[in-house]
């Protein structure tokens, strides 16, 4: 390919640089915005791009953005967009800059993964500041429970957070996380966790060597709860008592899933039930809201359209900010191609796959139950991916080749570039790593389209038609200790320790922690059955020597041969539990410090959580009645709070800072 020629135009009142090779065979059309520059801070502004292709496509859309003085960083990776005659059209960039004033860059960048032919485009965009004298300014954003503060600008080497409560007296009060002050520009702040229709007190707290200073306060009061949204309510079944973690007074609720059926939205409430936050997401569609970051904002996984035109199911991983913005994204189809050019052969796509598919052939479908924050800014996900095994695999009765699913860990740098994997696959030859041959516990099976699997793409003709949702992935863990991840495979009943050694490592499964696995249990409470199983939300406490885990119990509670049996329940047999387990990597012993029965029974998500005051903060969301399925926040030696069906719960200081 020809080196690219760059030049510069006008595009309605923008400045656009472009470059485009003599011989290219795509190439930029147009680049629109939906607002002329300038805009203020905190305005929407939704990009429009076209451009043509004459190679075999689909052709792909990146966008790119740099704040005044900074280089460009990703915010949306390539994305198909969509072929209308001769022209492609990229999906919406949809930008909401909330962060400082001054000249943006926003570049969109095009690809054709075949060709491998580029072409790019940079427009120049103003955002004004809010507030333009000495008293701060508070404005409404699209979420009626969030509000942008805007204060003068701070001295250099100084740090500036945003102090609020009620209008009430006596109120409670948060703050902001602190941010360090860039003088001359002013600073901006998005204000959450305040309920509806409430008017609030605001002011900026400034810090400079440790002297703290209060700046104005200027008055704000949010709107209703959106009336186009279903939100639920929360029942107090035990209220706050004196042994209640009273630092931390937010439960934050994950209610909106993936392929279930749920109108819920995520929200977050006091202590008694009171909505102070929810997240809208785009569309209307669901949601899995995986973990909350530190300093405000979520990572999700969500529906939508991705390179794969046969599903949406969990194709993107958005972060979000506190108003609901995406903040950045990528997709299952990017990802696709990061995986194949570092070799990871089963990480491929599924529609280029023949039907039936062949004996070997295997491809990433979606990202599915995690993805979390690392230190060094990156973030680890979990992907299905569909392996096709010879008949007979896993005992398949049908005769015809056996669809698989099992998992993948795709771990992706501070910019969201996919740099170490682990394939389940490659490790399952047998102890001491996985064997393929040994099934799901409770012989778990998914077809397309089914609640609480991922999307099931070489199922067909030719193929048995059940595929075996062997591994089920539903949690990681960032060991600090060890720089390794821990990864909780439901359908096998283990929590697995995988040597990723901070990106060194050959992810090897170096111990599998459960019935069967490499560690004894010391049974010092006669329990019946005292490994957990089908577990949820794996962590390790303290200094890494406890593992913290809800424990379902659906082989436990299974009936005879597997488990206990439904006729032989005792209180705490047919219950779910919260439990903390020391281990010893030497001894190769685990050691309950806690199993508590936590009085019903949720067959599936669910998550665990350490205190600030030495409590156990678990949550069982699924939970089946007669009233519905309903979901229990529950404190061991404190406060119980019931909600309905969800995914994940955290208890929290405020919406900035994690436990």
């Not at 095009?110 to 965009?125: N, W």
């Not at 095994?389 to 771990?411: E, H, K, R």
């Amino acid at each position: 390919m020809k080196a690219p020629k760059k030049h510069w135009f006008c595009l309605a009142g923008l400045l656009v640089t472009a470059a485009t090779p003599a011989s290219a065979t795509v190439r930029i059309l147009s680049m629109h915005a939906s607002a002329p520059t300038p805009q203020p801070i905190g305005t929407q502004i939704t990009w429009s791009v076209t451009a043509t292709d004459s190679g075999p496509g689909p052709l792909t859309f990146q966008f790119n953005v740099a704040a005044p003085g900074e280089s460009l960083i990703l915010v949306k990776d390539f994305n198909a967009g969509t072929l209308s005659g001769s022209t492609w059209a990229a999906q919406p960039f949809v930008w909401v800059p909330t962060g400082t004033e001054g000249g943006y860059q926003i570049q969109v960048v095009i690809k054709d993964f075949t060709s491998r032919e580029t072409d790019s485009m940079t427009v120049h965009f103003t955002i004004t500041p809010l507030v333009t004298g000495s008293i701060p300014v508070v404005a409404p954003t699209a979420n009626s429970l969030v509000a942008l503060f805007s204060a003068p600008a701070c001295p250099a080497g100084s740090s500036m957070r945003v102090y609020f409560r009620q209008l009430k007296a006596n109120s409670p009060v948060t703050t902001t996380a602190w941010a360090s002050c860039h003088p001359a520009a002013t600073m901006t702040f998005e204000v959450a966790g305040m309920y509806p229709g409430t008017a609030y007190l605001m002011h900026a707290q400034t810090r400079t060597k440790g002297t703290v200073t209060n700046g104005p306060t200027v008055n704000f009061t949010t709107g209703p709860l959106p009336t186009s949204i279903p939100f639920p309510t929360f029942n107090v079944l035990v209220p706050p008592g004196p042994g209640t973690d009273a630092a931390e007074p937010v439960i934050l609720w994950g209610l909106s899933q993936l392929g279930m059926e749920t109108d819920w939205r995520d929200v977050a409430t006091d202590l008694a039930g009171n909505i102070l936050w929810f997240y809208a997401t785009p569309s209307q569609q669901p949601d899995l809201l995986t973990r909350p970051l530190a300093g405000g904002g979520m990572l999700t996984i969500q529906d939508g359209a991705a390179w794969n035109p046969a599903t949406q199911n969990g194709q993107l991983v958005r972060q979000i900010d506190l108003a609901g913005n995406i903040t950045r994204e990528t997709n299952a189809g990017v990802i696709q191609q990061q995986l194949l050019a570092l070799g990871a052969a089963d990480g491929g796509p599924c529609n280029v796959i023949p039907s039936p598919a062949p004996v070997g052939s295997a491809c990433l479908g979606g990202f599915h139950h995690e993805v979390i924050a690392l230190p060094n800014g990156g973030i680890a996900l979990l992907a299905d991916i569909e392996e096709i095994f010879p008949a007979g695999t896993q005992g398949d009765s049908s005769g015809l080749p056996v669809d698989i699913v099992g998992d993948m860990i795709v771990v992706l740098n501070a910019d969201w570039q996919v740099v170490w994997y682990f394939d389940a696959f490659q490790h399952a030859s047998g102890p001491p790593q996985l064997d393929i041959n040994r099934p799901a516990v409770l012989a778990e099976t998914c077809v397309a389209n089914e609640a609480g699997c991922p999307p099931i793409l070489l199922l067909g003709p030719g193929i048995a038609p059940l595929a075996k949702d062997w591994l089920h992935g539903n949690s990681l863990y960032y060991w600090q200790q060890t720089g390794d991840i821990v990864w909780s495979s439901k359908n096998q009943d283990w929590v697995m320790k995988v040597d990723y050694s901070d990106g060194a490592g050959a992810g090897d499964i170096l111990w599998r922690m459960g019935l069967d696995g490499d560690f004894s249990f010391n049974n010092t409470n006669a329990d019946p059955w005292p490994w957990f199983s089908h577990q949820h939300d794996v962590s390790l406490t303290g200094n890494a020597g406890t593992v913290l885990v809800f424990d379902n119990g659906d082989t436990r509670i299974a009936p005879p041969p597997i488990g206990l049996g439904p006729t032989n329940c005792q209180p705490h047999d047919c219950d779910s539990r919260g439990m903390a387990l020391q281990f010893n990597e030497t001894s190769m012993a685990v050691t309950p410090l806690l199993s508590s029965d936590l009085g019903v029974y949720s067959p599936a998500d669910g998550s665990a959580q350490l205190l600030s005051n030495g409590n156990y903060f678990f949550q069982a969301p699924f939970v089946i009645t007669l009233n519905g399925i309903l979901n229990y926040a529950i404190e061991i030696g404190g406060v119980e709070v019931q909600g309905p069906e969800g995914y994940r719960g955290w208890r929290m200081p405020n919406l900035y800072s994690l436990n």
